[in-house]
């Protein structure tokens, strides 16, 4: 009978059963016979929850984004967001909503356990740093997927926090007919016609509640 202060209780918060039955099967192999992964249906009972960024995908947003606070603000450092290499938006939107970090869906057995013992024991929540880090990954495969020039990122960016078009122009020391200039070749580069869109598409690609300078007050 395995000893009751080596379990880790960890809830699998997602609408798919597939994927929660799946990462129930991959705990249970754990190969370290001195720790027990117990997965519960209640997050309330667990002490790390996996959360499943695709939610964020086929939720209205605030649901889904209430849905990820509450989990947050009862768990603090120990919500991982799991994340798909083809989605990696949802996965920067739920890091930017207060997940801690992302488990790929295609870890083996071994990486999750070890990142459900690092949120477990609080490693993860004391590196801040280590957030910014996995943000800046994520960036760095959206802007590759589009080829976003630096240009072009910081603007859609400063879009999404919601900056007008001449707090972006002083941001950049550059006039507002150039900013014009800029925001028409990104739309056109990002497949949209108007500000709306390129809000939605960066809050999807993981732009919207990233790391933008903050607004400069007094202007």
Known sequence: MADERNVCTVCVVSGQPVVVAGIRALLAESADPGRVYATVTEPADADVVIYDAFKLATNDDDGSAGELA????SHP???LALSRLLQPGLTARALANGAVAPVSVSADADEIAALVD???SGDLAADPEQVRRYEADLVRVLAADVELTSRQQTVIARIAAGYA???????LYITINTLKSNIRALYSRIGVTNRASAVAWAVEHGYGGMSAPARRRNR
């Open 165 to 171: 078009n001449d707090e972006i122009a002083s941001d």
């Open 70 to 73: 509450k989990l947050v603000a």
């Open 118 to 120: 690092a949120a477990a």
């Open 77 to 79: 450092g120990r919500v």
